[in-house]
């Protein structure tokens, strides 16, 4: 998905919020970057602890503390397709047999490194549908 976002990022408009309440592109690569980030250090927990409890992430907060809207549309592409190669290749090195290792939210919602792997490609797909919603992703 990265060189869609690449793409999109390299539009004019990237940095333009369709209406004030809504990201814009930057922001949503910003989040996406950060959702790569994220997930990968959760995966590393679940990778190498016992049944780990994840520190609760405060997406809104992360937001404002980014200053994601202020960002460059460049420097966010490319350090979302830094993180996403990261996590990629952590990702390939996971067994079949460690599909079903637990960890839990602060929630209390329980992942498998399975269950989070796919949750964890939603939130991928779900935010290019937020910048490109009619967008056909399936390629």
Known sequence: ???????RLGRA?????????????TEYAAHVRDVHRVFA????QLLTQD???FVNWDQDAAAIEGDYASLPPGQVGRELASAAEEIAS????????QL?????RSNGSVFTVDSLGRYYL???VHHLYDVEPR????D
């Open 122 to 124: 939603h939130d991928l």
């Open 51 to 53: 049944d780990p409890l």
């Open 13 to 25: 408009d990237a940095r333009t919020r369709p209406t004030p309440q809504v990201w814009s592109p």
């Open 90 to 97: 952590r990702l390939e090195l996971v067994g079949a047999d």
């Open 100 to 104: 079903d290792r637990p960890g839990r």
């Open 1 to 7: 998905m990265t060189p869609l976002w690449q793409e």
């Open 41 to 44: 250090g959760r995966f590393a």
């Open 135 to 138: 967008q056909d992703f399936d």
